[in-house]
């Protein structure tokens, strides 16, 4: 029986995830925070290189079973089944990622699939107006990428939440007041 979250936070560039990730990490007991980003490589040789980053991944997350702590994730391979929907990689993922989300369902613990959003999509622009953070060669910030990547996150959240009853399946609004998201993520993951 689990006794341990995994908890996987998604959304687009300028969603609030780094914001939300720490949030989580220093508020939740036992919770081990993992920032993903993926390879570099978008040719038809980084799939395998995807392939095998995340296999491993799981891998890792099947050996933390019932360790009495938290897995928390700023992207896993979620992202890159995104990025491959909208055509930044040369390749296509879907396959890979149905095998990788049919594993992750099956893990023994409580899973939670938190996509934040913005229900106010002009706000993306100001938010990527940063120049802080490291940016994928093939999705550079800007706005109506952060968008494009929106709406597929909002679509793999429905279709997990109705293929996997097991993943507990949030979608998350982040341009309202800090407070009430962090409120709302207290609530989702009961603590």
Known sequence: ???????????????????????IRNTLSYTNLYRLC??????????KKA????????????KM???????????????EENYCRLGKKEYSFTDVYERLLQYFAGLDFEIYYITLYLE???????????????????SEFAADNSRNQQKVYLQIAAEIKERY?????????????EEETKAEIREILKY
């Open 51 to 62: 392939r095998e980053m995340y296999e491993d991944l799981l891998e890792y997350m099947k």
């Open 1 to 23: 029986m689990a006794n341990s979250k995994i908890i996987v936070v998604e959304g687009a560039q300028g969603a609030g995830k780094t914001t939300i990730t720490d949030y």
């Open 120 to 138: 106010d999509e002009s706000k993306y622009s100001e938010r990527l107006n940063r120049g802080e953070k490291a940016v994928f060669k093939g």
């Open 165 to 177: 009853p097991n993943i507990n399946v949030f979608n998350v609004r982040n341009d309202r007041p």
């Open 65 to 79: 079973e019932n360790k009495s702590i938290n897995l928390l994730f700023d992207r896993t391979f979620f992202t």
């Open 38 to 47: 993926g390879t570099s490589d978008s040719t038809i040789t980084g799939k």
